[in-house]
């Protein structure tokens, strides 16, 4: 098993953990693990289960679709970054400078 396995394994059984010391299956911290799909949203969720108690299943699957929702955007951010990073040394490179016609430099 790879550290990253066991980064992953670990993070689903604290998950699991605070899913069953709430009351709820087992299975629903296999649902959640899978839908949240990273130890540190695992991690996450398990912090607010134990913060938060949350009294309804509902309120459980509210804060996950969040946290997802969260990931959804930080990595749309960084595919934005690096692309931009991208076409910034693009235009900064040598190569297209000495292309480019005078008026654009």
Do not use: F
């Amino acid at each position: 098993m790879t550290e990253a396995q066991r980064t992953w394994a670990e993070a689903k059984r604290e998950l699991a953990r605070s899913v069953r010391d709430l009351g709820y299956p087992a299975d629903l911290a296999d649902l959640l693990a899978r839908q949240l799909k990273s130890p540190r949203a695992m991690e996450r969720m398990a912090r607010y289960l134990s913060a938060a108690k949350p009294r309804s299943m509902e309120m459980i699957v509210d804060e996950m679709l969040a946290i997802a929702a969260d990931q959804e955007t930080w990595k749309k951010r960084i595919e934005a970054r690096e692309a931009q990073a991208g076409i910034t040394a693009w235009l900064n490179s040598p190569e297209r400078r000495n292309t480019a016609p005078d008026d654009e430099t």
